[in-house]
C-alpha cells in the first residue's frame, strides 16, 4: 500500500512538472481570460513567482502545491522519522529550485525574441508609424512568452500610462534589464528627443553580441557541466548498483541506528553537493 501511494505521488509529480516545463509552448488563446483566473491565486505567490519570471495559470500553481501538500503528508505519516524530515525538508528546495528553473528557461525565451521584435519596431517607425503603434502593430503576431509581457505593456499604454514606465515596471518584475535598458532609451527621447530608431538598432546589435558571447562561454565550459553532471549522478548510481548487487548490506545499515545516520548523512551530502553544482553551473551564463 505504501508503494502504491509513493508511485502515484511520483507520477503526480511528474505530471505537474511536465506542466510546468512545457507551459511556455502552448498558445495561448485568450490572454484576458488567462490574467482573470490569475486573480485567484494570493499575492504573496504571485509576487514570488513574478519575482523569479515565471507566469502560470492558477490550476498549473494549485495542482503543484496539492502536489506538494501530498507528499509532506504522506512522508509524515508512511516514513520513518528522520527520512520523513529529510523529504519534508527535500520538497520545498525541489519546489524553489524547480520555480527558478523555469524562470531561467523563460527568461531565456524572452531575450531570443526581443532582437526580432526590436527589428520589426523599426522596420515601423521607418513607415513614418509613431512610437506607441508601432509597439502594438508589432505585438500582434508576437508568441508567447514575450508577447504575453508586451501585450500587457500596451495594454497599459492604451490605458493611459506611459510606453517607458511600462517597460521599467516590467523590468523590476521580471528582472530583465534589457527591459530597463529598452525604458531608460523610451524616456530619454520622449525627454530630449533624438533618432529612436538609432538607438534600437543599437540596443538589438547589442543584445545579439551579448548572445554570441553566451553561446560562445557556454561551448568552453561544456566539459565542466558534463563533469559535473557525471559527479553528481555517481554517488546515487554506485549506491544503486550496491543495493542491486547486496540489498542485504543497505538494508542491515539501515536497521541499526548509526547506519541509519550514516545514510542520512550521505543523502544529505549528495543533496547539497548537487545544489552547490547546480549553483555553479547556473552561475557560468550569468
Given at each position: 500500500?505504501?508503494?502504491?501511494?509513493l508511485s502515484l505521488l511520483v507520477a503526480s509529480l511528474a505530471f505537474v512538472i511536465l506542466l510546468l516545463l512545457n507551459n511556455d509552448d502552448k498558445p495561448l488563446e485568450d490572454e484576458a481570460a488567462k490574467l482573470d483566473t490569475e486573480d485567484d491565486v494570493p499575492d504573496f505567490i504571485k509576487n514570488y513567482l513574478a519575482a523569479n519570471g515565471v507566469e502560470l495559470p492558477a490550476v498549473i500553481i494549485y495542482s503543484a502545491l496539492a502536489v506538494a501538500a501530498a507528499?509532506?503528508?504522506?512522508?509524515?505519516?508512511?516514513?520513518?522519522?528522520?527520512?520523513?524530515?529529510?523529504?519534508?525538508l527535500l520538497i520545498p528546495a525541489v519546489l524553489v529550485m524547480l520555480t527558478k528553473a523555469v524562470g531561467a528557461k523563460r527568461r531565456a525565451k524572452m531575450l531570443a525574441q526581443l532582437p526580432s521584435f526590436i527589428n520589426?519596431?523599426?522596420?515601423?517607425?521607418?513607415?513614418g508609424i509613431s512610437v506607441e503603434n508601432a509597439f502594438s502593430d508589432s505585438v500582434e503576431t508576437l508568441e508567447r512568452p514575450l508577447g504575453t509581457v508586451m501585450r500587457r505593456i500596451v495594454r497599459r499604454v492604451h490605458l493611459g500610462d506611459e510606453l517607458h514606465k511600462s517597460f521599467d515596471r516590467e523590468a523590476k518584475a521580471s528582472?530583465?534589464?534589457?527591459?530597463?535598458?529598452?525604458?531608460?532609451?523610451?524616456?530619454?527621447?520622449?525627454?530630449?528627443?533624438?533618432?529612436?530608431?538609432?538607438?534600437?538598432?543599437?540596443?538589438?546589435?547589442?543584445?545579439?553580441?551579448?548572445?554570441?558571447g553566451k553561446r560562445e562561454l557556454s561551448a568552453m565550459t561544456g566539459e565542466t557541466r558534463f563533469t559535473a553532471m557525471v559527479l553528481a549522478l555517481l554517488p546515487p548510481g554506485i549506491a544503486g548498483y550496491m543495493f542491486y548487487q547486496n540489498p542485504n548490506m543497505l538494508l542491515?545499515?539501515?536497521?541499526?541506528?548509526?547506519?541509519?545516520?550514516?545514510?542520512?548523512l550521505a543523502i544529505g551530502m549528495e543533496i547539497l553537493g548537487v545544489v552547490v553544482l547546480w549553483r555553479m553551473v547556473k552561475s557560468i551564463g550569468r
Open positions: 500500500m505504501i508503494w502504491i501511494a507528499a509532506l503528508l504522506l512522508s509524515a505519516l508512511l516514513l520513518p522519522t528522520k527520512l520523513a524530515l529529510m523529504v519534508v520589426q519596431i523599426t522596420r515601423r517607425l521607418s513607415a528582472k530583465l534589464q534589457e527591459f530597463g535598458v529598452l525604458a531608460t532609451s523610451l524616456r530619454i527621447n520622449e525627454q530630449y528627443g533624438g533618432s529612436i530608431r538609432a538607438i534600437l538598432d543599437d540596443i538589438v546589435a547589442i543584445l545579439r553580441l551579448d548572445d554570441a542491515d545499515m539501515w536497521a541499526t541506528p548509526s547506519g541509519q545516520s550514516l545514510l542520512l
